[in-house]
């Protein structure tokens, strides 16, 4: 029998999470692309805000700035200094009550030394590093200085170092430690050389690993640790005042010659200054805690802070070029636990599963794919704000490719409502079992559907106009108008296929615009609303589809302020000169003459507008609708199923 063990979860990504939903991600992606953000800017936000069930950067982000300010109000530096002068006052104190009843000049001498001592403590401690000491109590708080400072060098560079060994004043283990130094920065020196020091790593770890209880794994792991913590050593003294820097400068000096090995230490620090000059070794660091921290401590929280600082960089992704892969997911591990790196896993999974699925393309664009349920995103929120009450119910069941069978059939897309031609189905999906050589049962999967094509009963060319003009960023107008396109497209090429459709934007010019440029389409800051050279390019458009129904649709805030003049550069002026206004008039004359009703979407309360709009009604026999900018999509979309069905 199989026999299974089961343990504690360790940590990782759950096994019992739901699968990841990536069309829920494009669905998050379409509504800030519809409230007026980029493509780039809207996956950013998305990276940065997260899902419903997945936090985003933003939140890590929080996460860190509050472990910062926990590090930062945990102590103040200089608690070493505090310490040493600590023991120093007793040793002397110890010294004085000894010598006091003594009353021979050799104590009166002894007293007069100890009263003139230096009021900098390095100093002073250095000035008592010969003296004869009479109290074993003042030898002993003496000597805890100079032990006290070697552990805390020690520590603070390498971290526990003092755990693993019994005494570092005695003359073994200072040989051991030296050893070690040697071992080390000959392996770094090695390394500038440009050597592979993998085999040295390994020696030096079989030799001195009981004084790296974090059991490096490779040379580089221990080269960033101990980097990490020499440029957290520089910072601290930085961040000093002068003359405190100065001495626990001279006190460390002091420590490391009396165990010889002040040559080596600063031969490491050269060598990982240059080997890892892309750390904070020089800035200042303000802790605001009330009790004094030791060395190795404060070594640590600036370490642990300057993790934290490089962390905040990149999850803020506000560098040019930032991508998700930037991200040291075993720093944020470290910092905020396993549950959060996996955070930053899914993430980059959201992105890596976009391309995958065919969403996004390797340049950071929307796919057809993509765009079309972007459309559907928009159409729904075109229909959820329709009123049903004032114009009935606004689902589209009569689609306008239903009809008689024309005999060929398609692929089947998302939206579909054609019937399935099973035949030809169940066609594809054998040669698609017999290529892939497979074997077992046939199954049938999305590509392998085709519809079966009925002829339209009503096909449409359809034109919408959609003022870029700055004014409809000044006017809080362009989102809806953005939405409203992408809507009319998403309906057009879901539930009229056989329809054609044109969008058109104009500022100073107009242009025709692709659907795969709808997402990034963004308000124009240029003045000019040229209406003209729109109605030109429309005008063209019908032109190429003259057995189509024209459906012609315009959404403006603004009256004609520019047009095209004969050698195709552009004439601009406000309130629009008599030639703007002629030229325009002149191309909805020619719509007019082709059989083109012209529906107009007025935006805002401008009387000049009104006006113009409504005289344009009268001449084309098409109407003016006074809308709200939440309402735009609905009444476009209307209008649209309105005129399709009129005929």
Known sequence: MTRYRYGAYRGGPDPLAPPFDVGGAVDDLADRILDGRSVRESLRDLMQSGTESLRGLAELRRRIQQRRRELQSQGRLGGTLDRVRELLDDAVTAEQDALFPDPGDDARFREAMLDNLSDDTARAVRELSDYDWRSPEARESYEQIRQMLQQEVLDAQFQGLSQAMSSPQSPEEAQRIKDMLADLNDMMAAHRQGEDVSSKFEEFMDRHGEFFPDNPESFEELLDDLA??????????????????????????????DLDMQAQMSQLRDHLQALRPDLPWQGRQRMTGEQGMGMPDATSALAELADLESLDAQLGQTYPGATLDDVDVEAVERALGRSAADDIERLREIERRLREQGYLTDRMELSPKAIRR???????????????????????????????????????????????????????AVRRHVAERATGSIRLSAEDFEVRETETRTQAAVALLVDQSFSMVMNDTWRPAKTTALALHALASTSFPLDAMQI?????????????????????????????????????????????QPVCLVVTDGEPTAHL???????????????????????VDRLTRRGVPISWFRLGDDPRLERFLDAMARRNGGRVLGVDADRLGDFVVTDYVRARQAR
């Open 228 to 257: 990490r913590r020499a440029a957290a050593m520089q910072r601290m003294l930085d961040s000093l005042s002068p003359e405190q820097r100065e001495q626990l400068a001279d006190l460390m000096e002091q420590a490391m010659d």
């Open 374 to 428: 972007i459309g559907q995103t928009a159409l729904r929120r075109v229909f959820g704000d329709l009123d049903p009450g004032s114009r009935g119910d606004h689902d589209v069941h009569a689609t306008g490719a239903s009809g008689e069978l024309t005999g060929s059939t398609r692929e089947w897309r998302f939206g579909d409502e054609q019937p399935i031609d099973v035949v030809r189905s169940v066609s594809n």
């Open 504 to 548: 058109i934007s104009f500022a100073n010019l107009a242009r025709t615009v692709a659907p795969h440029e709808l997402p990034d389409l963004d308000a124009a800051d240029i003045q000019g609303t040229n209406l003209h050279h729109a109605l030109m390019l429309a005008g063209r458009f019908f032109d190429r589809h003259r057995g189509a």
């Open 565 to 587: 003049m004969p050698d195709g550069d552009w004439w601009f002026m406000w309130p629009p000169d008599r030639e703007t206004i002629n030229a325009t008039v002149a191309e």
